[in-house]
């Protein structure tokens, strides 16, 4: 069972930054892929981007490649997701997930096994 809490949602003006956190419980963090997602009013949950547990490989969504950037400490069973250069358009739900098995399906939502409650991201025009 691992559980997943995100923080440092907020509201910010277009172009800010923000940088959002998800802790995640248990002493196996590192032997878990981690993932974001967002969803929008009225839309599909969609990838952001995901962490290999070992921070070995990244990816990130084309929307946010060259915006935000993914990270994480096992240190700290924490993972990043640090967003730049926002716009109105990223307003969403920002959810962290966990996977245990590896995929090459990394951008698909059922391919994780849990996810965090959500927080709020707002960029204003």
């Known amino acids: 069972q691992v559980q997943l809490v995100e923080s440092g949602g907020g509201l910010v003006q277009a172009g800010g930054s923000l940088r959002l956190s998800c802790a995640a419980s248990?002493?196996?963090?590192?032997?878990?892929?981690m993932g974001w997602f967002r969803q929008a009013p009225g839309e599909e949950r969609e990838f952001v981007g995901t962490?290999?547990?070992?921070?070995?490989?990244?990816y990130l969504a084309d929307s946010v490649k060259d915006r935000f950037t993914i990270s994480r400490d096992n240190t700290k069973n924490t993972v990043y997701l640090e967003m730049n250069t926002l716009k109105p358009e990223d307003t969403a739900v920002y959810y962290c997930?966990?996977?245990?098995?590896?995929?090459?399906?990394?951008?698909?939502?059922?391919?994780?096994?849990?996810w965090g409650q959500g927080t709020q991201v707002t960029v204003s025009s």
């Open positions: 997930a966990a996977r245990r098995l590896y995929t090459e399906r990394y951008y698909v939502l059922t391919e994780y096994d849990y």
């Open positions: 962490i290999s547990r070992n921070s070995g490989s990244t």
């Open positions: 248990g002493r196996t963090f590192d032997n878990w892929d």
